[in-house]
Nanobody
């Protein structure tokens, strides 16, 4: 059974930082592309960033580039999202996702991903 479990969300002030974690089980994590998405109330799910199976390559949405960093530890089956300089518009439920086929590049569309976590709430107060 595949499980992706996010943690690390919470309430933070504008300009603050949070680090989200996503622990995976039931998949060959080191072969998976991992992505982060977010969904704010009343809005569509939005791509945040993605990391290749090896961790050598990343790609980010323009809205978070330079502020957010994705990393992974394949020995721990965990992917991270370090979020700095947070803004109120970053408030959303954040989801991690896994794509089993490492050869698919760095997909930005949610439909490309096979498995999803349950999400963790991030709230940035102004």
């Amino acid at each position: 059974q595949v499980q992706l479990v996010e943690s690390g969300g919470g309430l933070v002030q504008t300009g603050g930082s949070l680090r989200l974690s996503c622990a995976a089980s039931g998949i060959t994590f080191s072969s998976c592309i991992m992505g982060w998405f977010r969904q704010a109330p009343g809005k569509d799910r939005e791509f945040v960033g993605t990391i290749s199976a090896s961790g050598a390559s990343t790609y980010y949405a323009d809205s978070v580039k330079g502020r957010f960093t994705i990393s992974r530890d394949n020995a721990k089956n965990t992917v991270y999202l370090q979020m700095n300089s947070l803004k109120p518009e970053d408030t959303a439920v954040y989801y991690c996702a896994a794509e089993r086929d490492y050869a698919k590049g760095l997909p930005t569309q949610s439909v490309a991903y096979d498995y999803w976590g349950q999400g963790t709430q991030v709230t940035v107060s102004s």
